[in-house]
């Protein structure tokens, strides 16, 4: 049997680096979690103890960073599950209610189910990152179906259909789109996208939510979906299952996002303050710029400045809301930092303000307490005029 990793034609390295960054979360039922959650943490329905929770992430990672086939996955974890008691059907507490219930818990059906879905969806965050990297060389993503019997009709309706690396379809239905989904994505050059001739798909109006059910028991959870046309010209809908309407990539970068601001809080002022100019002069920062989604830790502030209005840390964080409401090309993001280290402070308003003059410019940074956090609200950069203007800003020019 070939191994997922050799379906996507992707190494290990870039998938295991995703599933690492996830922490164990123990859950009775997959729905008790949001799909950003799931992104962040590893977790299996109904395992409720961490020692079982363990064993299933330990034989994962392997899988993954080895390239297992799920045989070779079964035959490790298998009698694992056994020796812990944690196979076949049990009565057990539910985790829910409190109260004895017959559930299902190891079998081989349930490892085959927790070796693809992890696997591929590993495998398609590690991708995301990859051509996230290079959308100046390939700007065109094609989606691409498995072409056999067990593909479902409304995912190989999308087979072919090309959209930009920016649509904000991808947030969406960027696979896998379900249990046991095996789609992925191609990255095409210019050249490769209009040898193909094909139209280039617009999913800018396209996305709406539905309100769907997810269980016998009567439970809903909202799932978006996506209108497009068949090749026949007739409007179509593609829902996928709920849980699986988001981007596994998209959601891991926003945990790689906490887990970077934790690590500048932990380090010495000087070194968090070199290290958030380092990463803005990095591509990476000026990709997230054309796309921001979740958070980028910009600014390391004075301790005493974040006490003073209240707030925990120390280390800014720009929302991508933020960026793309200002328009990034206009915003001097990158110098942010200098801003901090070189300007003058004026608190108002529980704002700290942090204003630089440099000849007849003036670059200004905002930030402000949001709960715990330091919310870097505004970045500027005006004329000495215009900043005059300003009570504020005036006093410190």
Partial sequence: MATIAANLKLQPAEATEYFRGKGLQVTWSWTDMTREAHAAAFTVAKATTLDVLSAIRTEVDKAIGEGQ????????????????????????LDGETGEL?????????????????????????????RYLADVENRPYWRYVAILDGRTRPAHRALHGKVWRWDDPIWQVIWPPNGWGCRCRVQALTEAEFRALGVALEDG?????????????????????????????????????????????????????????????????????????RDMAGQPQFGQWLQ???????????????????????????????????????????????????????????????????????????????????????????????????????????
């Fill in 291 to 397: 796309a921001p989604t979740g958070n980028w830790p910009l600014v390391s502030v004075p301790p005493a400045d974040a006490q003073s209005i209240g707030a925990a840390s120390r280390i800014g964080t720009v929302a991508g809301a933020v960026v793309r409401a200002a328009g990034a090309a206009s915003v001097d993001y990158a110098g942010a930092q200098l801003v901090i280290e070189q300007g003058i402070l004026v608190r108002s308003a529980g704002q700290l303000i942090y204003v630089l003059r440099q000849g007849e410019t003036v670059s200004i940074v905002r930030a402000q307490a949001s709960g715990d956090s330091l919310a870097v609200v505004s970045v500027e950069r005006l004329t000495l005029e215009q900043a005059m203007a300003d009570a504020d800003i005036a006093a410190a020019l």
């Fill in 69 to 92: 086939t799920f045989e070779a996955f079964k035959k490790a974890l298998r009698p694992k599950l056994q020796d812990l008691g944690w196979w076949g059907r049990q009565e057990v």
């Fill in 101 to 129: 219930t017959t559930a299902q818990l190891g079998s081989n059906r349930r490892l085959r189910t927790i070796f693809q879905t992890n696997v591929q969806t590993a495998y398609m965050a590690g991708r995301y990152k």
């Fill in 204 to 276: 800018s109006q396209a996305i709406s939510t539905i309100r769907v059910p997810v269980n016998k028991d009567g439970d809903t959870m909202d799932v978006q979906v996506v209108r497009y046309m068949d090749e026949r010209g007739q409007p179509r809908t593609f829902r996928p299952d709920p849980g699986w309407d988001y981007n596994p990539g998209v959601a891991s970068q926003a945990n790689l996002d906490r887990v970077m601001t934790g690590k500048l809080e932990q380090a010495a002022p000087a070194i968090s303050q070199a290290t958030v």
